[in-house]
């Protein structure tokens, strides 16, 4: 999705909550098995978190009710045993049940009704715009970019003449960035936790240096607090990062479009991360974790000056780093 931001639900998504009520998100997700399918679960907890919305339900943990001891990936949208989607269960919780990625404090809230008949309003905004609402906002109250969305946005159904009408925030923290050159895209959401997710080369420069990933070309990377304090003053931080995800044997085409009926066996595989993300300083203990989530291995802390690096490779073969301050 993230080469195609113009083309994202999300945005029209958030163009669809009325102001005063609550808003939740059902049945999301990113079909297996997209190479870019591990951007799921970071950008719907990132963005939900950043629009303040109320609840996220992805679809769907499994479609199985007889087959408990699968152990590969069967289906577009089952997240029991898909490591690019429940790997980063983790790291959503974090950044949206636990808001370490605040919401953003500007307002943008669009008013319906351009008459005193709202009626007639509705008609002819629905016969313009069919149920495309980020249309509806962005043409009543002349809403930023897409790419460029820093405020929470909300409708509301009134009978008045005002259109429009924003409040900012208090202060800039939470960060949305979404960007594409050449085609290639890269979402970064940041404040109190990160997100990165698309074409690995750009991420040095769109996270200001915190990340820096050699391969694979097309990666996802989250570093969230597990102790619900922002990252920077946190004592435990989980990253998290993969690049495609695969059964054995899983067959694609020649375009990598499909696999037909050529879904493979298990074990379910990941392509691991190489790169390095840079952590807040201090003395800290990093280990790489199994798929059950315990140890697996030390991975050294690297210092530079007063910055603090962990490299992370395929040699310790995890999409998970725990880091704990000493």
């Known amino acids: 999705m993230v080469d195609y931001p113009d083309q994202s639900p999300l945005f029209r998504l958030a163009a669809q909550r009325l102001e005063g009520k609550p808003y939740t998100v059902s049945e999301y997700n990113h079909p297996a098995p997209l190479d870019s399918q591990a951007e799921c679960v970071p950008m719907i907890a990132s963005f ?45 919780t974090a950044i949206f049940r636990d808001a370490s990625i605040k919401p953003f404090g500007g307002r943008l809230v669009t008013s319906l009704g351009k008459s005193r008949d709202i009626l007639t309003d509705l008609a002819k905004q629905h016969l313009e715009h069919d149920r ?78 915190y990340a820096r990933i050699t391969r694979p070309e097309y990666a996802v990377i989250t570093a969230t607090s597990l102790d619900g304090v922002p990252w920077p003053r946190s004592n435990k931080i989980l990253i998290t990062a993969c690049g ?19 879904w493979g066996r298990a074990p379910v595989r990941i392509e691991t991360v190489e790169g390095t993300v840079m952590i807040p300083v201090g003395r800290w203990q990093c280990r790489a974790l199994k798929p059950d989530g315990t140890v697996k291995m030390d991975v050294p802390v690297r210092t530079a000056g007063e910055v603090n690096y962990v490299d992370v490779s395929p040699r310790y073969g995890t999409m998970w780093y725990l880091l704990t301050r000493l």
């Not at 979402?187 to 991420?203: C, D, Q, R, T």
């Not at 059964?247 to 050529?262: A, H």
């Open 48 to 92: 939900g978190a950043l629009q303040d919305w109320d609840g996220i339900w992805l679809y769907t943990y499994s479609h199985s009710s007889d087959d408990w001891d699968r152990e590969s990936m069967n289906g577009f949208f089952d997240l029991d045993t898909n490591p690019a989607k429940w790997g980063f269960m983790r790291a959503g």
């Open 132 to 209: 495309d609402m980020w249309d509806i906002v962005s043409e009543t109250s002349g809403a930023p970019e897409r790419t460029e969305l820093n405020e929470r946005v909300y409708l509301s159904i009134l009978s008045k003449a005002v259109t429009a009408s924003r409040r900012k925030g208090e202060t800039p923290s939470p960060r949305l960035t979404w960007s594409v050159d050449h085609g290639k895209g890269v979402y970064m959401a940041a404040g109190g936790a990160g997100v990165l997710a698309g074409h690995s080369n750009k991420f040095e420069r769109d996270s200001d240096g």
């Open 244 to 262: 495609r995800c695969e059964n054995t044997g899983m067959k694609f085409s020649e375009d990598r479009r499909t696999v037909g009926r050529e």
